[in-house]
Nanobody, 127 residues
């Protein structure tokens, strides 16, 4: 059983930056792929970025490419999402998730493949 706890959300003006953190704990947590999803009111959950546990490869949604960067610090069991040049359309609850699979390749298209989820952190970008 993995436990994920997000932090770092808040209210910022457009163009500013935020860094989200996802602390992961539990058996073999360092071997799980981690993904960030977000969900805005009235919209479906959207994959934002993920990092694979097998080779460290990273993937981004087209809407955030060039602005968001995902990284992982295995010594701290924490995954970060650095967000720059934030836009009002980035406003959402951001969730980190883990697939619980060893040495897997992450993906952003099917949230149901991620078995473990954090409680979410709100990001609000004002114009």
């Amino acid at each position: 059983q993995l436990r994920l706890v997000e932090s770092g959300g808040g209210l910022v003006q457009a163009g500013r930056s935020l860094r989200l953190s996802c602390a992961v704990s539990g058996p073999l947590s360092e071997h799980s792929s981690i993904a960030w999803f977000r969900q805005a009111p009235g919209k479906e959950r959207e994959g934002v970025s993920c990092i694979s546990s097998n080779d460290g490869s990273t993937y981004y949604a087209d809407s955030v490419k060039g602005r968001f960067t995902i990284s992982r610090d295995n010594a701290k069991n924490t995954v970060y999402l650095q967000m720059i040049s934030l836009k009002p359309e980035d406003t959402a609850v951001y969730y980190c998730s883990a697939d619980g699979e060893m040495f897997s390749l992450c993906q952003l298209y099917n949230p149901y493949e991620y078995a473990y989820w954090g409680q979410g952190t709100q990001v609000t970008v004002s114009s």
